[in-house]
Nanobody, 124 residues
Framework: QVQLVESGGGLVQAGGSLRLSCAAS????????MGWFRQAPGKEREFVAA????????MYAVSVKGRFTISRDNAKNTGYLQMNSLKPEDTAVYYC?????????????????WGQGTQVTVSS
């Protein structure tokens, strides 16, 4: 099992940007597909973005496509979520997740490793 630690959350005005990081406690980070999910108060955790083990395949939720970019640096055992043009509806706790030998999917059930989350708040 791999431990994941998110960082980079905070308070930002609408239209602003944040970059989230997800540090993994493994030297074999390249064996894990990675995903980002978010959960707003009173709502279920929802898919945001996913990336394949090598980084050559990505997918996004419709609500963030064109504004968010997922990436990874396997040499640094770290994944990223660049968030631009933020909107108040992006306010949520953001979680990174890792799926050993996975492909990078939008399903929460495919990910067996989760971080503790980082709060992102977008003010209007």
């Amino acid at each position: 099992q791999v431990q994941l630690v998110e960082s980079g959350g905070g308070l930002v005005q609408a239209g602003g940007s944040l970059r989230l990081s997800c540090a993994a406690s493994t030297r074999t980070f390249g064996d894990y597909a990675m995903g980002w999910f978010r959960q707003a108060p009173g709502k279920e955790r929802e898919f945001v973005a996913a990336i394949s083990r090598s980084g050559d395949y990505t997918m996004y939720a419709v609500s963030v496509k064109g504004r968010f970019t997922i990436s990874r640096d396997n040499a640094k055992n770290t994944g990223y979520l660049q968030m631009n043009s933020l909107k108040p509806e992006d306010t949520a706790v953001y979680y990174c997740a890792a799926d050993l030998y996975g492909r990078g999917t939008p399903s929460r059930r495919d990910y067996e490793n989760w971080g503790q989350g980082t709060q992102v708040t977008v003010s209007s």
